[in-house]
């Protein structure tokens, strides 16, 4: 069974950076066939869950929002098995809750951004930018 688990979100202050890990089990990043793409999605108060960004094996596809582009870098470590999400200068309309996601059914392209599209959910990790 596909298992994601996030972290590193918290409390932090407008201008700071933080560093989501999410780390799988059930499949390894390594090796893991087209069928798989692992993502981000966040969802702030009062809006809709949104996809920043996803990983297949041969890809890493964003779609962050304009006033994410330039401080957010999506990455992995296969040896941890571990998917992250690099956010810098956060700002306040940065904080949501934000989702590590995953399909073993990967229709292929952006398809992965898209949140009915991912079988998988870890539980979220809460990001809030305040001072």
């Known amino acids: 069974q596909l298992q994601l688990v996030e972290s590193g979100g918290g409390l932090v202050q407008p201008g700071g950076s933080l560093r989501l890990s999410c780390a799988a089990s059930?499949?390894?990043?390594?090796?893991?066939?087209?069928?798989?793409?692992i993502g981000w999605f966040r969802q702030a108060p009062g809006k809709e869950r949104e996809g920043l960004s996803c990983?297949?094996?041969?890809?890493?596809?964003?779609n962050y929002p304009n006033s994410v582009k330039g401080r957010f870098t999506t990455s992995r470590n296969n040896t941890k098995n571990t998917v992250y999400l690099q956010m810098n200068s956060l700002i306040p309309d940065d904080t949501a809750v934000y989702y590590c996601?995953?399909?073993?059914?990967?229709?292929?392209?952006?398809?992965?951004?898209?949140?009915?599209?991912?079988?998988?959910w870890g539980k979220g990790t809460l990001v809030t930018v305040s001072s």
């Open positions: 996601a995953a399909t073993a059914t990967y229709g292929g392209g952006f398809s992965c951004l898209t949140a009915n599209a991912m079988n998988f």
């Open positions: 059930g499949f390894t990043l390594d090796t893991y066939a087209d069928t798989y793409a």
């Open positions: 990983i297949t094996r041969s890809f890493i596809y964003t």
